[in-house]
């Protein structure tokens, strides 16, 4: 089994920033995709960021040049660094970790973004 845990989530104000973490444990192998998600109320889950495995990366077009991922090898932790935020990206954001070979998606349970004017 693999539990993801997310933090940093928060208030802030528009053009500001924030840094989520989401930690990894319990069984996980090597070839992983770990990735960021959000939904706003009364919308579908969306991807914001993604890593794979051999560092790729793919954003949301509505992010880019905004936010980065990145990962943290051997401990199993992914980063999302959200720099001047915008109104639109408040949303509760959730990690995502997903086998390459194939399989099940794993799902943290959520932190709250707020931006606030």
């Known amino acids: 089994q693999v539990q993801l845990v997310e933090s940093g989530g928060g208030l802030v104000q528009p053009g500001g920033s924030l840094r989520l973490s989401c930690a990894a444990s319990?069984?996980?192998?090597?070839?992983?995709?770990m990735g960021w998600y959000r939904q706003a109320p009364g919308k579908a889950r969306e991807l914001v960021a993604r890593?794979?495995?051999?560092?790729?990366?793919n954003y949301a077009d509505s992010v880019k040049g905004r936010f980065i991922i990145s990962r943290e090898y051997g401990q199993n932790t992914v980063y999302l660094q959200m720099n001047s935020l915008k109104l639109e990206d408040s949303a509760v954001y959730y990690c995502?970790?997903?086998?390459?070979?194939?399989?099940?998606?794993?799902w943290g349970k959520g932190t709250q973004v707020t931006v606030y004017a």
């Open positions: 890593i794979t495995s051999g560092s790729l990366t």
């Open positions: 995502n970790l997903n086998w390459e070979t194939g399989g099940v998606d794993y």
């Open positions: 319990g069984t996980i192998y090597t070839l992983k995709t």
